[in-house]
């Protein structure tokens, strides 16, 4: 194992044992009242009379939705490290991970973490399978994430209402300010909902940071994901403990990128963890088979690709919302 193999292992296993933490007080929460340090969950109305505890943890996690986002990018990455592990006792505290983190998904109770699971899903069945078949699967996770999501995996047709309303005024801001945006965290000032939520990452950044900054935050979720891809293509016919832990990074940040087109995490800390983990294995694996040119080469190529689907991006917006707005209406 070389130094740098080594260096992520120990970085992936602080992760793991942190969100394990949180699994551990969550549970507490929903079983004993309360979590470590006193904190109770949170209570979610639901209706008039009826609501759902949702566990929350502290910091950059005190949210559900984020917390639940942890745990959902955790498992992906649990599993590849269960596949490559080689002492028995690692594989089977990296197995015991995945039951323990998807339990806790469950008691947030976060609509947003369920969409993630779904691209978590797919982006793993696309890694593994080759053909027509990956397209396939890639068509119809597209189709239910970004066309029946929004209008099923919602509380109810008001709350699904305010979300399309809260992209509507992101869009119309950016309308507004093309360029620079509104400014930063102030889509606050733009929204006609009740919570001042855009309720989708990449609408809330268009809006707060128009076309100049929009375009370098979505190259870099661009960038990073094309490099992982392309390295686990490259390590097809490698043995399995090589692409494994590449292929559990690409479902977690697939997953992660699904989860926040239905929440505002533009900015948050964890998002930026996950692109930085992505690129260290990446490199990692491409400089320790010589792959680093065929991995990095050809940037400018890249670059034009990852242009031309930052505005297609907008487009999709749009037609997104378009979509979203005559479901919600049914």
Not at 54 to 76: E, H, K, V, Y
Request: aromatic fraction near 14%; include cysteine; glycine fraction near 10%.
């Amino acid at each position: 194992m070389t130094e740098g193999h080594r260096a992520f292992t120990v970085l992936l296993w602080t992760l793991f044992l942190s969100i394990a933490w949180m699994a551990f007080h969550g549970i507490l929460q929903i079983h004993g009242g309360v979590g470590f340090g006193g904190l109770p969950p949170e209570w979610r109305p639901t209706g008039e009379d009826t609501g759902v505890y949702q566990i929350a943890a502290f910091g950059l996690f005190g949210d559900p939705n984020d917390l639940c986002l942890a745990f959902i990018t955790g498992i992906p990455l649990a599993w590849a490290e269960f596949r490559t592990a080689g002492n028995p006792l690692i594989r089977g505290a990296a197995f015991a991970l995945i039951p323990l983190y998807g339990y806790a998904a469950i008691l947030t109770n976060s609509r947003g973490g369920v969409i993630g699971l779904f691209g978590m899903c797919a982006a793993y069945a696309v890694s593994v399978t080759k053909g027509m078949r990956r397209w396939i699967i890639a068509s119809f996770s597209i189709a239910l994430i970004t066309v029946v999501a929004p209008a099923r995996f919602t509380g109810g047709m008001d709350v699904e209402m305010g979300r399309v309303n809260a992209w509507g005024d992101g869009l119309a801001a950016f309308q507004r300010f093309p360029v620079f945006g509104v400014g930063y965290h102030a889509f606050v000032d733009q929204a006609s909902t009740e919570n001042k939520a855009a309720h989708n990452s990449y609408i809330n950044a268009l809006a707060e940071l128009g076309v100049v900054g929009y375009t370098p935050w979505f190259l870099l979720l661009f960038f990073t994901a094309i490099y992982l891809r392309r390295t686990i293509i490259l390590t097809n016919t490698f043995p399995k403990h090589t692409r494994s832990r590449l292929v559990g990074l690409m479902s977690a940040l697939i997953g992660y990128f699904t989860s926040i087109y239905f929440l505002s995490r533009s900015y948050h800390p964890f998002l930026f963890i996950l692109l930085a983990l992505g690129i260290c294995q990446t490199v990692i694996v491409s400089q320790s088979h010589g792959l680093l040119d065929m991995v990095f080469g050809g940037f400018r190529k890249d670059l034009r690709r990852g242009l031309i689907l930052c505005a297609s991006s907008i487009l999709f917006l749009w037609f997104t919302i378009r979509i979203a707005n005559r479901l919600a209406q049914r």
